[in-house]
């Protein structure tokens, strides 16, 4: 065998790539983003406390308490009433297609990059062996994350009404800039792209295929940017709840724009 042959045939070590940009940025920062994320979700769901402003007669929720299970059933939870309802929209994040990218080359290094070599590994099977076949149920999480999407709705417009009467602060801004970006980034999930407009052979042979092609082609304007409202979302819903949180521990009171 010729050395030139034994070098192509030869197992490349990890990072091994012949591109000459800066390809270990983005994985860098993906796992700093997403561990400062993970650190500090974990932090808001567990702490429970300071997670509701009332102050000058409003009323924000954090989304990580969105649905306020305590007052839509009428009972007192012993404990984070975050742990019953927080886990769908997160479980949607971690489950998402695009997700699933960055934090595999970020985090397990498979691969680091595009042309980049990653660790050796004696078998791969991708997603077709226990855990990662778990992923699949990605399409459920999006239908529950859909409800969770409901309440926040609700809780963003709740927030525009100060003892009854409406009204306009600086808090009903940031809850609905929150959940316009969520929605954003639910609605272009591709799950929704196959649901809406999957198993369709023809897109004008009724006037049912035609309005879910017309639907289909919405949800494609939103996955086209998919990866971009992914962490418009991640960042607006962290930040969202520090506001609640900040307003509801005194920090600042809650400036009233109407």
Same mark, same amino acid.
């Given at each position: 065998?010729?050395?030139?042959?034994?070098?192509?045939?030869?197992?490349?070590?990890?990072?091994?790539?012949?591109?000459?940009?800066?390809?270990?940025?983005?994985?860098?920062?993906?796992?700093?983003?997403?561990?400062?994320?993970?650190? +500090?979700?974990?932090?808001?769901?567990?702490?429970?406390?300071?997670?509701?402003?009332?102050?000058?007669?409003?009323?924000?929720?954090?989304?990580?308490?969105?649905?306020?299970?305590?007052?839509?059933?009428?009972?007192?939870?012993?404990?984070?009433? #975050?742990?019953?309802?927080?886990?769908?929209?997160?479980?949607?994040?971690?489950?998402?297609?695009?997700?699933?990218?960055? +934090?595999?080359?970020?985090?397990?290094? #498979?691969?680091?990059?595009?042309?980049?070599?990653?660790?050796?590994?004696?078998? +791969?099977?991708?997603?077709?062996?226990?855990?990662?076949?778990?992923?699949?149920?990605?399409?459920?999480?999006?239908?529950?994350?859909?409800?969770?999407?409901?309440? %926040?709705? +609700?809780?963003?417009?709740? #927030?525009?009404?100060?003892?009854?009467?409406?009204?306009?602060?600086?808090?009903?801004?940031?809850?609905?800039?929150?959940?316009?970006? %969520?929605? #954003?980034?639910?609605?272009?999930?591709?799950?929704?792209?196959?649901?809406?407009?999957?198993?369709?052979?023809?897109?004008?042979?009724?006037?049912?295929?035609?309005?879910?092609?017309?639907?289909?082609?919405?949800?494609?304007?939103?996955?086209?940017?998919?990866?971009?409202?992914?962490?418009?979302?991640?960042?607006?819903?962290?930040?969202?709840?520090?506001?609640?949180?900040?307003?509801?521990?005194?920090?600042?009171?809650?400036?009233?724009?109407?």
């Amino acid at each position: 065998m010729s050395t030139q042959t034994a070098s192509a045939t030869a197992p490349r070590r990890l990072g091994a790539t012949s591109r000459r940009d800066r390809w270990g940025v983005a994985p860098l920062l993906t796992v700093v983003v997403l561990t400062a994320f993970g650190v +500090y979700s974990l932090y808001a769901i567990l702490v429970n406390d300071n997670y509701r402003y009332t102050g000058g007669g409003a009323d924000y929720l954090s989304p990580f308490y969105s649905p306020n299970v305590e007052t839509l059933f009428g009972i007192d939870i012993p404990f984070s009433a #975050a742990l019953l309802v927080a886990w769908m929209p997160l479980g949607l994040r971690l489950t998402c297609y695009y997700y699933r990218k960055a +934090y595999y080359r970020s985090f397990f290094l #498979a691969p680091p990059g595009c042309a980049v070599s990653g660790p050796r590994r004696k078998r +791969y099977r991708g997603e077709a062996s226990f855990p990662l076949i778990l992923q699949n149920v990605h399409r459920y999480f999006l239908y529950l994350a859909i409800v969770v999407l409901g309440f %926040l709705w +609700y809780d963003a417009g709740r #927030a525009f009404f100060f003892d009854g009467s409406f009204g306009v602060g600086l808090g009903s801004l940031v809850l609905l800039g929150n959940v316009i970006c %969520l929605t #954003a980034f639910t609605f272009g999930c591709n799950s929704l792209r196959h649901l809406v407009g999957g198993r369709l052979d023809c897109f004008t042979c009724s006037a049912t295929a035609r309005a879910r092609h017309k639907a289909w082609r919405g949800v494609n304007v939103l996955n086209l940017k998919h990866m971009q409202w992914a962490w418009v979302g991640l960042t607006t819903v962290a930040l969202a709840d520090l506001y609640v949180r900040l307003a509801a521990s005194g920090v600042f009171h809650d400036p009233r724009i109407i």
